[in-house]
């Protein structure tokens, strides 16, 4: 199983970069995908989280945010090309990180907090994206 992100890069405070997770061995539908990142120095700790459709008793995908990104952050699924997205709007030079997404049975019952907060129960995971914002 492998899950790779892209879509990293430069960027300006208020502009926007969109990442994206795929993966191979693996339907990602079948699982939770969470984003993290992980700032220089620092515990990696949650973004957001996407349930898994198929596995949803609604036609409207649970979807959640740390309070960091709430309001700027956008996680959203393609299935058709196992892929999971990170769309970041409004973004904000304390946005500068290395973004990682990972697959977890469920989400998390509370996204932001870090790694070790025993919040997370995450399987596989890709090898990272670096996101730079300038201000």
């Known amino acids: 199983v492998q899950l790779e992100e892209s879509g990293g890069g430069s960027a300006p405070a208020g502009g926007s970069l969109r990442l994206s997770c795929t993966a191979a061995?693996?339907?990602?539908?079948?699982?939770?995908v969470g984003w993290f990142r992980q700032f220089p120095g620092r515990e990696r700790e949650g973004v957001s989280c996407?349930?898994?459709?198929?596995?949803?008793?609604?036609?409207?995908?649970?979807?959640k945010y740390a309070d960091a990104v709430r309001g700027r952050f956008t996680t959203s699924r393609d299935n058709a090309k196992n892929t999971v997205f990170l769309n970041m709007d409004s973004l904000k030079f304390e946005d500068t990180a290395d973004y990682y997404c990972?697959?977890?049975?469920?989400?998390?019952?509370?996204?932001?907090?870090?790694?070790?907060?025993?919040?997370?129960?995450?399987?596989?995971w890709g090898k990272g994206t670096s996101v730079t914002v300038s201000s």
């Open positions: 061995g693996l339907t990602l539908d079948d699982y939770a």
């Open positions: 996407i349930e898994s459709v198929s596995k949803s008793v609604s036609s409207v995908v649970s979807t």
């Open positions: 990972s697959t977890a049975y469920e989400c998390p019952a509370i996204v932001g907090y870090p790694l070790s907060s025993g919040y997370y129960d995450m399987h596989y």
